[in-house]
């Protein structure tokens, strides 16, 4: 993934975490050390009704915690997903279930056969399946997208962020978009 994408995939998380925090945005950082990355802002509503700002940089995998140290022991928590129908049809609807802990932030993007996205233009090649949210009091997030018409068909994949508190995951949930038979 190219690191435009994966910054606007962790730009959701952070602005989504900071917007269900009580206290000021988190902020995601490279544990490399280095030259520049590219780097981009996001700026939300804070509860107090001031702003805050979520800023982030763009890395490599794997994602790491600001707060991560050598004292730090990260606690690893659960992240799970499915798609449904697991052989979808261009033009049809698929739909992922994510599970994992309690307003945890997860965003989506979905990536085909011959490498394009979900993510409507510029950002992606609008070929569906592309957002974020927080999960519900029983930490599961539910979304729908329609497979565009133009996908080609093969192996899929939906690359899928998930950020609690200080901490970061990331799983990719497989489905496969039929030929023009229905074939998988």
Known sequence: MNRRRRGLLLGLL??????????????????KPGGARPHATATTSAPT????RASFSVTGSPISSPKAS????????????????????PGQQA??????L??????????YSDGRSGGTPPYGDGLGGNASGL?????????S????????A?????????????????????????????DC
């Open 14 to 31: 952070t602005v989504a975490t900071a917007a269900c925090s009580s206290g000021p945005a988190k902020q995601v950082a490279s544990s």
């Open 145 to 152: 997208w329609i497979v565009s018409a133009a996908a080609p």
């Open 135 to 143: 999960t519900d009091e029983q930490g599961r997030y539910t979304n």
């Open 95 to 100: 739909t992922i279930v994510v599970q994992t």
């Open 102 to 111: 309690t307003k945890a932030a997860v965003a989506y993007d979905t990536f």
């Open 70 to 89: 050598a004292t730090a022991t990260p606690f690893a928590f659960p992240l799970s997903g499915t798609i449904t129908p697991a052989c979808v049809r």
């Open 49 to 52: 009704g001031t702003q805050a």
């Open 154 to 182: 093969g192996k899929a994949y939906a690359r899928v962020l998930a950020a609690y508190r200080d901490q970061e995951k990331e799983i990719r949930v497989p489905f496969t978009v039929s030929n023009a038979l229905g």
